[in-house]
């Protein structure tokens, strides 16, 4: 059984993505834009309704994709924050979020996440890590005591994507083996792992969706 056509067969009978959604999709891919794509989005807005999700910060938006699945389970008075450095992908975000009737719900930062998130007071009932792998344990780091109880924090690319190598990772952790001649995206990853897998407030599984997702919840 081959991971890609299992990963066909998981978005084959994943929810089906709305009008808005699958031209967010199309644009991605006519812009050469990763994204976590509508099986990984459709589990965020699933995960954000079974922990009755409020509120929402993402490390790295892009162009609001993400986001836009999250806000489809949030309150009409909840709260999205939405993270981006590149200027014009965050205008397209704030432009699909408005269309799809989200843009109150919705707070746009410009810039470093790490900047952002230490503006905002938890707790916050959903996290996506979704920015630079390098990064991805000072986020953790940075965010986790703002999580409640309960809620969960998502982190994507965390099977493969770009310069991660899958095969390193299943030698690291199942092996043992040390990653020395690993990519810095690969050994951020790792490091992202072994972060939330030592914190005894969280408990982390790996969900083959997409490119990988981590999912650590907030046991305590």
Known sequence: MDYHDVERYVEATA???DEL?????????????????PAVGATLRML????DAERVFEFGSGFGYSAYWWAQ???DDGEVVLTEFDADELDDAREFMTRAGF???ARYEHGDAMEAIERYDGPFDAVLVDHQKERYAEAFHAVCDKVAPGGVVVADNTLSAGIISFDDLLAHFADDAALDDASDATKGIAEYLHAVR???AFETIVLPLGEGIAVSYRVD
């Open 15 to 17: 929810p089906a993505p």
């Open 21 to 37: 959604a699958r031209e967010m999709d199309a644009y991605a891919a006519e812009m050469g834009f990763p994204h976590v794509g």
């Open 48 to 51: 954000a309704r079974m922990v």
């Open 73 to 75: 389970a949030l309150p």
């Open 103 to 105: 843009d109150a719900i």
């Open 198 to 200: 030592d914190d005894d």
